[in-house]
DNA sequence: ATTATACGAAACCTTTTGGTTTCGTGTCAA
DNA sequence: TTGACACGAAACCAAAAGGTTTCGTATAAT
C-alpha cells in the first residue's frame, strides 16, 4: 500500500522526546497544528518541522479541514521496532530468569552471599 | 561525535543504524573493540564512540582483558522501550481488528465497497 | 473588500552528530 | 628491551538536527 518515501525512519523519528510527546498528544485525538504547538514551549514551525518527520516515517496523517491541517496518530510503523525489540526479549528474560532461579533458590537455603550465587550462574564468564 | 559523559537514553542510542548493527553483533557474544569494528567501514575509533553511547544508555557493558576491552549486550534497558510501545500497540491492533472485520464482512456480503466499508468503521470523523 | 488565522517554505543560526587523524599509554610478544 | 598491538583522548571537520524569524498564500470572518 502507500509507501511513503522513508526519508526519515522510524527509529530515528522516535529518538527526540518532542516528537514522542507529540505522538503521544495525538493519541488521545486528531488536532491541528496550532493547538498541538500550544502544548510546547517551541515556536509553531518548529512543531511543524517535527509533524513533517513523523509524516516521513509514516507515524502521523495529515488531512485538511478548512485553512487548518490536522494531524491523527498512525501506529503502525511502530510494529517495525516491535519485531526489532522481539529480537532482544530473549537476552533480557533471560537474565531475569536467572535472577528468577536465584530468588527461589536463596528461599530455600535462606544463607549463601547473593552476589556468589549469582556469579556462579551468571553465564558470561569466559576467560 | 559529541560524546559527554551525560546519560545517553536508550531512545537515541538505538536510533543510529551502525549502533543497532553493532547491538546485533554482541548479540552473538562478547568481543573486543578491533573485532567488532571489523565489521563495519568507519574506523575503530569511530567505533569506540558508538560504543561509548551505548554504554552510557547501559545497552553494552565493558570489560578489560590484557589489553582488550571486551563489550557485552545488556539487553535490559530496551524494557524502557518496550513498556514505551506497549502503550502504542492498542492503536495498531484496532487497525488491525477493523481490517479484519471488513475482511470477514466482505467474505460474507461479497458486494460493497471497499473504502465505503473501512469509512463506516473508521472512528475517526469529527466534523 | 478587508482583515485575521493557519500554516508551510525559506533563509539563517547554533549545537550535536558521526566521522577522521594523530598521539600517548598500557600490555603482550620476541 | 624493543617492538607491535589494543585502545581511548584530543583536536578537528562537514553535515545534520533543532530552533528562530520572516514572508507568501490559502481560507475564514467582518
Not at 491541528?32 to 517535527?50: C, E, L, N, Q
Not at 516521513?56 to 491541517?69: H, P
Request: proline share 6%; net charge neutral.
Amino acid at each position: 500500500m502507500a509507501v511513503p518515501s522513508q526519508k526519515h525512519d522510524v527509529f530515528q523519528a522516535i529518538a527526540d522526546p518532542t516528537r514522542r510527546q507529540v505522538l503521544q498528544l495525538l493519541g488521545e485525538q486528531e488536532m491541528p497544528v496550532t493547538v498541538i504547538s500550544g502544548h510546547f514551549p517551541i515556536s509553531r514551525t518548529a512543531v511543524s518541522k517535527h509533524l513533517r518527520i513523523l509524516a516521513d516515517a509514516g507515524l502521523v496523517k495529515e488531512r485538511k479541514v478548512g485553512r487548518e491541517t490536522r494531524y491523527r496518530l498512525e501506529a503502525e510503523p511502530l510494529m517495525e521496532l516491535k519485531r526489532w525489540l522481539a529480537y532482544y526479549e530473549r537476552y533480557w528474560e533471560n537474565k531475569l530468569n536467572v535472577l528468577k532461579r536465584f530468588v527461589e533458590a536463596d528461599d530455600e537455603t535462606s544463607g549463601g552471599n547473593s552476589f556468589a550465587a549469582l556469579e556462579i550462574v551468571d553465564p558470561n564468564q569466559p576467560e
